[in-house]
T-cell receptor, first 112, second 116 residues
Framework: QKEVEQDPGPLSVPEGAIVSLNCTYS??????FMWYRQYSRKGPELLMY????GNKEDGRFTAQVDKSSKYISLFIRDSQPSDSATYLC????????????FGSGTQLTVLP | SAVISQKPSRDICQRGTSLTIQCQVD?????MFWYRQQPGQSLTLIAT?????????ESGFVIDKFPISRPNLTFSTLTVSNMSPEDSSIYLC?????????????FGPGTRLTVL
């Protein structure tokens, strides 16, 4: 079993749609959760960062963590064509030398 | 945030040759990381490079295949040795953020390698 599993996609939605991107993880010791966005031919960039269960909002983006079910989600409201990218969940190893474990990524296309 | 550049941005290489990828950061950083991103797959950490010490390799990666140099606090190189088509991938370097966020990393744009 992989440490982090991510819905593979690809996902294609019309502009303005609400997008839901999801990951599950297996290690209950994980405490911090991140979402990275990677545009084509670019390196990943940090989009959202959360610690603990619950929701965290940043503009049109909401990160949700459910530690009881080891499930994390990223919601994008009013999606735009500029949101078209690959989204990767990432989880730091607890107490480690800074290692990040990434999900496989979900490729999102928002159609105008 | 750190600005990271990589050279080359892409290359096409012959089987059995080696390629050295350079990573330059615009500020001094303690730790640099090298990742591989194979087509359609996630990022896999190859090794962690501290200035002045040997790189630490993850399971499945060895120094003979992926030698790393870290001569100073702003620069690192990764060499992909004796390449085969299975080494075709995107190679990315990253550094830790200095914004105090746990494990946040900034990534370079990547080097897209194709081995024929």
């Amino acid at each position: 079993q992989k440490e982090v599993e991510q819905d593979p996609g690809p996902l294609s939605v019309p502009e303005g749609a609400i997008v839901s991107l999801n990951c599950t993880y297996s290690n209950s010791a994980f405490q911090y959760f991140m979402w990275y966005r990677q545009y084509s031919r670019k390196g990943p960039e940090l989009l959202m960062y959360t610690y603990s269960s619950g929701n965290k909002e940043d503009g049109r983006f909401t990160a949700q963590v459910d530690k009881s079910s080891k499930y994390i989600s990223l919601f994008i409201r009013d999606s735009q064509p500029s949101d078209s990218a690959t989204y990767l969940c990432a989880i730091p190893w607890p107490g480690s030398a800074r290692q990040l474990t990434f999900g496989s990524g979900t490729q999102l296309t928002v159609l105008p | 945030s750190a600005v990271i550049s990589q050279k080359p941005s892409r290359d096409i290489c012959q089987r059995g040759t080696s390629l050295t990828i350079q990573c330059q950061v615009d500020s001094q950083v303690t730790m640099m990381f090298w990742y591989r991103q194979q087509p359609g797959q996630s990022l896999t950490l190859i090794a962690t490079a501290n200035q002045g010490s040997e790189a630490t390799y993850e399971s499945g990666f060895v120094i003979d295949k992926f030698p790393i140099s870290r001569p100073n606090l702003t620069f690192s190189t990764l060499t992909v040795s004796n390449m085969s088509p299975e080494d075709s991938s995107i190679y990315l370097c990253s550094v830790e953020s200095d914004r105090g966020r746990y494990n946040e990393q900034f990534f370079g744009p990547g080097t897209r390698l194709t081995v024929l």
